[in-house]
T-cell receptor, first 114, second 108 residues
Framework: EPEVTQTPSHQVTQMGQEVILRCVPI?????FYWYRQILGQKVEFLVS????????KSEIFDDQFSVERPDGSNFTLKIRSTKLEDSAMYFC????????????FGDGTRLSIL | KNEVEQSPQNLTAQEGEFITINCSYS?????LHWLQQHPGGGIVSLFM???GKKKHGRLIATINIQEKHSSLHITASHPRDSAVYIC??????????FGAGTILRVKS
């Protein structure tokens, strides 16, 4: 069964450094999402992406964050200057059609900011 | 105010027991998801519902749109069902809003 893959599984970065989290969505999916889960807290929506542009973003998704689909397969989340509070599990998801199709999640990238 | 409320927060059951996890939401939704998260952190989609009832193996999910309530049932529970079960609602067709999750432990 096709799946969403995320790399790396664990990223350790110094505060202030840029980090790029990578995702390969399921190949025929059109809608892409990033979520984050701070340890011990609920999963939170960050951003949705369709047709090469952001469809919706949350208050968390400030100017330090950006998303890109640089080619036909990858979907990336960049954090420009990381802060301690960015430490979390970041999940990528994709769906064939927004709202009426299930979202398929990757296994997540655990981001640790030192 | 939380838009998605789950109960109970923690649930311990004996193997074989029938389990129910509840989810209430306060906003208009286009769909509701039940998700499973294992200790390693990965999230698996179990069901997506917009009305009625769905069944997959020992799992059953129901939703009452008028009452803004959904339930996830597990029949003949097994230790391998131990996980966090998360209710999430789709708002505006574009983003999921998550509940805090129910930590389920099934003892043998």
């Amino acid at each position: 069964e096709p799946e969403v893959t995320q790399t790396p599984s664990h990223q350790v970065t110094q505060m202030g450094q840029e980090v790029i989290l990578r995702c390969v969505p399921i190949s025929n999916h059109l809608y892409f999402y990033w979520y984050r889960q701070i340890l011990g807290q609920k999963v939170e929506f960050l951003v949705s992406f369709y047709n090469n542009e952001i469809s919706e973003k949350s208050e968390i998704f400030d100017d330090q964050f950006s998303v890109e689909r640089p080619d036909g397969s990858n979907f990336t989340l960049k954090i420009r200057s990381t802060k301690l509070e960015d430490s979390a599990m970041y999940f990528c998801a994709s769906s064939a059609l927004s709202g009426i199709q299930p979202q398929h999640f990757g296994d997540g990238t655990r981001l640790s900011i030192l | 105010k939380n838009e998605v409320e789950q109960s109970p927060q923690n649930l311990t059951a004996q193997e074989g027991e029938f389990i129910t996890i509840n989810c209430s939401y306060s906003v208009g939704i286009s769909a509701l998801h039940w998700l499973q998260q294992h200790p390693g952190g990965g999230i698996v989609s179990l069901f997506m519902l917009s009305s009625g009832k769905k069944k997959h193996g020992r799992l059953i999910a129901t939703i009452n749109i008028q009452e803004k309530h959904s339930s996830l049932h597990i029949t003949a529970s097994h230790p391998r069902d131990s996980a966090v079960y998360i209710c999430a609602v789709m708002i505006d067709g574009n983003k999921l809003v998550f509940g805090a999750g129910t930590i389920l432990r099934v003892k043998s």
